[in-house]
């Protein structure tokens, strides 16, 4: 690989580094296992119509289906 000086330093060339898909990064996160986990929708509003059963059951975070994984793990590059 070329390396040229910069300044007092010596910088080896890269390859530009891929970037995180920044949307994704804030809505999904990846298990140490490899899974990736999604909050639930349907907790913003129209609350008081809905059971206290139902909305402690939303709190939790859901494992993501195996058929999106692939295409969000590609967005998360680093995780």
């Known amino acids: 690989m070329p390396v040229f ?6 910088v080896e060339e890269e390859m530009p580094k891929m970037k995180t ?18 909050h639930k929708g349907y907790k913003s509003h129209l609350l008081t119509g809905k059971p206290a059963k139902r909305t402690r059951s939303l709190r939790q975070a859901a494992v993501v289906a195996k058929t999106d994984e692939k295409n969000i793990k590609t967005l998360l590059p680093y995780s």
Not at 5 to 10: E, N, P, S
Not at 27 to 34: A, H, L
């Open 5 to 10: 000086q910069q300044g007092f330093h010596y």
């Open 21 to 38: 898909h920044r949307g994704a990064a804030k809505r999904f996160k990846v298990t140490g296992t490899g899974k990736v986990m999604r």
